[in-house]
């Protein structure tokens, strides 16, 4: 059995580790405040073999990426690294003179020089295969396929992994084009998740922008894997084993279910809701969202009782915060007025703006999202 790592962004641990055990996966072990993704945040330990490393990056819908874990050791200084790092199979990832993207970080430990530490990876892999990879920094722009390996080295104890995902897993290919502020994919999909959406249940959401909600929550109804259109870094792995690959990702096909919800989306912004269609056509669903434009105040919600879940704009400046107060208002003007007994689901960043809404609203998510601490707050409209 292998070890793997699930990275998410923060607060998502718990929700990625309820996806892991409805995939049958054990040895669940979720952490918060780890660094192994590209930023600071958490995930969760998982044991299996190959096939469960194709399933994890093919099925979840909220972690960033899915991390291999090639070894654990304790490095006080170079020579030990250096050792050590020539030790580790990197022949079942790499090809002898592959590119390869570090990402190195160090916390309380001797080493805490990261180019020094990453040169001293770079000679043990070169030592392991035989010849020198050519090397990005993490913050340079990557090359096709180079292989991303994330060195971690805290209080002495060094551990390395390589990425199996390639592009962060939210980036499921159906997203060409953005409105203002798009909200991640593993976040919306978070979102649903987070809030108990019943997925035969109708579900509207009246700010959906370029549509993210919507689509994922057709994603999920329908139980289509986000990752069925897409390519991972483990598909250049020397290792890789493409007919295995072909079975798990044909037997997720055979798999789907037909979409009884009514899903609503809809924006005042004519421009975010013809981005919203495309984006519904690429991912396939476009025939099981009900897209409209229109204002708040007109939308007409199907027979209920279901789930409003929304990203409402923030306003980060003052001024636009005072703009927004009648918006959130108006929300849950909307929402007691037309629907009623239904589940509420905001996604915001701004106590008094939640406070507009009139109805009582428990925290059932807290997370980031560009860059902003946010919440998810929910309840039910009276």
Known sequence: MSQFYAACPPGLEELVAQELRSLGCAGLSPRTGDRDSDSEGGGVSVEGDLETLYRLNLHLRTASRVLARLGEFYAASFAELHQQSSRLEWERYLNPGGAVRLNVTCHKSRLYHSEAVAERVLKGIAQRLGKTSPALRANEQPEARAQLVIVRLVKDRCTISVDASGELLHRRGYRLAGAKAPLRENLAAALLLACGWETGAPLLDPFCGSGTIAI???????????????????????????????????????????????????????????????????????????????????????????????????????????????????????????????????????????????????????????????????????
């Open 216 to 382: 994922e929550a057709a994603l999920l109804a329908g139980g289509i894997p986000p990752g069925r259109n897409r390519r991972f870094a483990f598909m250049d792995w020397r290792d890789y084993d493409a007919a295995l690959w072909e079975r798990v990702r044909q037997s997720s096909l055979d798999e789907h279910t037909p979409v009884t919800a009514r899903i609503q989306a809809s924006d005042r912004d004519a421009g975010a809701v013809q981005t919203a269609r495309e984006n519904a056509r690429r991912a396939g669903v476009l025939d099981v969202i009900e897209f409209s434009q229109r204002a708040l105040s007109a939308v007409e919600p199907p027979a209920g009782p279901g789930w409003v879940v929304t990203n409402p704009p923030f306003g980060v400046r003052v001024s636009q915060r005072k703009d927004l107060r009648n918006l959130y208002a108006q929300l849950g003007n909307v929402l007691r007025r037309r629907c009623p007994g239904w589940q509420a689901a905001v996604l915001g960043n701004d106590p008094r703006l939640f406070s507009q809404i009139g109805f009582p609203l428990k925290t059932a998510l807290a997370t980031q999202s560009g860059g902003l601490n946010v919440q998810l707050r929910i309840g039910k409209a009276p």
